[in-house]
């Protein structure tokens, strides 16, 4: 199998090394509270959008892509971009009942709207092969939704100071800071139509 890999896939690799590495710093922070594997959590975020927009280049510069590299990007960017940033929200504090239903949404959204754009890339496609837009946001966004939660661990904003505080409704918690990956989650799977670069 790997003699069948493109050097961008190569690339889609370290894009999913990358998520893999942001959760396992989410995890070393709630076992140790030290915010520094929060702050390796998002660099490493960024790092996988970095390799992701690297190996679409690559591939069309060396005119090399496939249905495995097609689909192997996509698996990536649903650990980079979706799983990711909903256990680095949970590992800052939204972890009530509410705050999971949200990014568990998000993340569904996520595989969604890849999934679609798998299946409805060709029609999108001018002459050339070459997609024109996206339909719906593309996942990668969720870098923004990474660096508030960069900034408010850089703010102490985190846990029990989270921005917007936390309030309980029918006994469970809710912290309205989740609300931003509802609205993530919404955009990408809406029917707007996104200019591809």
């Known amino acids: 199998m790997i003699r069948e890999f493109h050097l961008a896939d190569w690339f889609t690799l370290g894009n999913a090394v990358c998520g893999m590495s942001a959760l396992f710093s989410t995890m070393s922070y709630l076992e140790t509270q030290n915010k520094i594997h929060i702050y390796f959590a998002c660099a490493l975020v960024l790092a996988a ?3 992701d927009i690297f190996d679409g280049r690559i591939a069309r510069w060396r005119q090399k892509s496939s249905a495995l590299g097609r689909e192997l990007d996509s698996l990536a960017d649903v650990i980079s971009f ?5 256990i680095i929200a949970y590992g ?3 972890q009530g009942f509410y ?18 754009f798998n299946v409805t890339a060709e029609g999108f496609a001018d002459e050339s092969g070459k997609v024109k837009f996206f339909e719906g946001t593309p996942i990668p966004t969720s870098i923004v939704l990474v660096t508030v939660l960069a900034l ?3 703010f102490d904003a985190v846990r029990e100071s ?7 409704i029918a006994g469970f918690k809710f912290h309205p800071l989740v609300l931003m990956f509802a ?15």
């Open 82 to 86: 979706g799983v990711a940033p909903a």
């Open 162 to 168: 989270m921005w917007f505080g936390e309030y309980l």
């Open 183 to 197: 609205i993530s989650g919404s955009l990408m799977i809406s029917r707007i139509r996104v200019p591809k670069p």
């Open 49 to 51: 959008l970095i390799f």
């Open 92 to 94: 800052c504090g939204m």
């Open 99 to 116: 705050d999971r239903i949200i990014l568990v949404f998000f993340v569904a959204c996520g595989v969604s709207r890849l999934a679609r």
């Open 152 to 154: 408010a661990t850089w």
